[in-house]
Each structure stands twice: as C-alpha cells, then as structure tokens.
C-alpha cells in the first residue's frame, strides 16, 4: 500500500471518526424549534380598577403613596377597609381615603340653562331629561345638583365633585338660587310680607332668603332667593297661599348667571367662576 492510499485511507478514518463524534445542535438555525406559546393573559375588566390607580387618579397622592396609604389602613371600599396590594376595585364602588370619599375621574363642572320639557332626573325611561341634553359635555359621570320640574325652566349645575354638592346640599349653608316667578295673579303686599317673615305649614317653618316684586313688571311677576336645592318649598309656598305659578325660571346659582347660555345650552365652568363658587 503506497503512502498515498495510507493517507487517504487515514484521513478518511479521521473525518469518520470525527463525524460519530458530532453531536447535532440545536443552537437557532440548526434546528426547528417547537414554539410554546405563553399562557394567555386573562383579559381585564374594564369596569375594574387598582386600588392604587384609583385613589392616585382621584388626585389624593400619587400611585407610589397610596400603596403606602392603603397599607396603613387609610383606604376602605365599601365600608371595609383595604390592606391589600393589587386589589381591584369597580367604578361604582364607594372608596374612601382618610374617611372622605374620593373620585377618580377628573372633577368637571357644567352649567345648563334648561328649557321646558326635560325632567330633572339621572333615571332612565322618565322619558326627555337633562341627562340628554349634557350628554356630550364631558366623559365623567355628572349629575344634577337639585332639581328643577320638567316644566320649570334656567340655570342647572351638573357635576361629580362630592365636595361641591356637600356646599349646596349643606342645610346651614347652602348656595342661593333666584328665580324669576310668573304667578296667575298679582301678588298681594300682605302675602309678600308673609313670605318675608316666613311662616309655617304644618308645623314646618318656610323661609326664604329673599323676595321682591320685579321692577317694571305687573306684580305677578316677583324674584325669589332660597338655599334649598329643589323647588317643591316654592311651589309650597304659593299653593297655601291659593297662587298658581305660570313660570319659573332660575335665573342665577350663587354669582353664575345664565349670560352667554342659550337656552336648551350648557357650558364648563371657568377656573374663575369655580374657585368663587368654592368661597361661597
């Protein structure tokens, strides 16, 4: 056997040697892989939000400090407080922070000038209502402060700020309302006096803050101040006095005025026009 054949014969038994050697790869490329495809995530509700979202989103803290708060205890939902990380919370749930409750959609504030036809309710199948008419004001979840009848007519402030509701809706405080009433006869003096002075029906005292005969008009026509958010004390007052109200508008909440709303029209609040409704 020459050199030669003993070379190749050698290198042939290398390379075969080499080859029982090789072990296959199974680096990328070299190899098909069988994908596993990761768990699928639950898909989340969106009715539901972090504990920790919410109380940050209502603007209390931010997100890192409410973990804190809620750890502590200062967070309950639903009258039971909450120490958990990661608890969920519906939108329609009652949380509060420190013993207030709080919102986590942004405060919003729209004044509607209301015309007649439209019931002053958050319920559905009342048929018109003023929901229908803010329906495109803002993305948060409004409401009526007080009530006007569906054929009572001017200003109507909507908002989801607990804290100016609590300023209306405070029996010692209050925020003044004027109406401008049309009655179905000229107002006596006599009785004029007495709503001044306030008197009672069936044991309930009915006072007003103001009232007075509209300069220029026939004395049907008289303006009327209170602090009580509904308008059932108005009618109150002119059925015992033997009156049938034609009209009624409210013509000014607090310092806001119905200026630059037409009627069946709405408007935002300006910074100015909220921080003096907050002083009142």
Not at 199 to 208: D, E, S, Y
Request: proline share 3%.
């Amino acid at each position: 056997m020459s050199k030669q054949q003993g070379g190749q014969r050698k290198g042939k038994t290398q390379v075969e040697g080499s080859k029982k050697n090789f072990k296959k790869s199974y680096a990328k490329g070299n190899a098909t892989f069988k994908r596993t495809d990761p768990k699928p995530k639950k898909p989340s509700n969106p009715n539901e939000i972090r504990l920790n979202k919410y109380v940050a989103n209502s603007g209390m803290c931010s997100r890192r400090e409410a973990d804190v708060h809620i750890a502590t205890g200062l967070v309950s939902v639903n009258g039971k407080v909450i120490t958990e990380m990661g608890y969920k919370v519906k939108i329609g749930d009652e949380v509060r922070y420190d013993g207030a409750r709080i919102n986590p959609e942004k405060k919003a504030y729209v004044l509607l000038n209301k015309p007649k036809g439209f019931a002053t309710t958050t319920s559905e199948g009342k048929g018109r209502t003023v929901m229908d008419l803010v329906a495109n004001a803002t993305a948060s979840r409004i409401k009526p402060i007080g009530r006007l009848g569906r054929n009572s007519k001017g200003l109507l402030l909507f908002t989801n700020d607990d804290v100016i509701v609590d300023k209306f809706t405070n029996s010692k405080n209050g925020v003044a309302r004027l109406f401008h009433i049309e009655l179905n006869k000229n107002l006596r003096l006599e009785d004029l006096k007495k709503v001044q002075e306030g008197f009672k029906v069936q044991g309930k005292l009915i006072a007003v803050e103001e009232i007075s005969y509209i300069d220029g008009a026939s004395k049907k026509e008289i303006g009327l101040k209170i602090k009580n958010t509904g308008n059932t004390i108005i009618r109150t007052i002119f059925d015992y006095l033997k009156y049938e109200i034609e009209s009624l508008d409210c013509v000014a909440i607090g310092h806001l005025t119905k200026k630059d709303i037409p009627r069946g029209s709405w408007k935002h609040l300006t910074e100015q026009e909220l921080n003096m409704l907050k002083m009142l």
